[in-house]
């Protein structure tokens, strides 16, 4: 059974940072490119940012320079570190496995206000 678990989300203030974590299980990674998407209230869910299993990332145009995506050496973890944070970038936040097949986490929730 695959799942995948998010964690780090919450309230934060303007300029401040979180770090995201997705527990990957069930997968193996390196047939995945895993990412992060966000989806704010009454929006689309959107691209935040990608890696693959050989380490190439990409990002969504919004998040570039200020948030970074990476993965465990050892654990099936995959990471956001978002920082210099906006209330933009408020939302639901859910990791992605993409590969032969597609799974979805439940989503951790990103506050971001003063």
């Known amino acids: 059974q695959v799942q995948l678990v998010e964690s780090g989300g919450g309230l934060v203030q303007p300029g401040g940072s979180l770090r995201l974590s997705c527990a990957a299980s069930?997968?193996?990674?390196?047939?995945?490119?895993m990412g992060w998407y966000r989806q704010a209230t009454g929006k689309q869910r959107e691209l935040v940012a990608t890696?693959?299993?050989?380490?190439?990332?990409n990002y969504g145009d919004s998040v570039k320079g200020r948030f970074t995506i990476s993965r465990g050496n050892v654990t099936n973890t995959v990471f956001l570190q978002m920082n210099n944070l906006n209330p933009e970038d408020t939302a639901d936040y859910y990791c992605?496995?993409?590969?032969?097949?597609?799974?979805w986490g439940q989503g951790t929730q990103v506050t971001v206000s003063s």
């Open positions: 992605r496995a993409h590969g032969p097949d597609d799974h």
């Open positions: 069930g997968i193996l990674p390196r047939f995945y490119v």
């Open positions: 890696i693959t299993s050989c380490g190439t990332t």
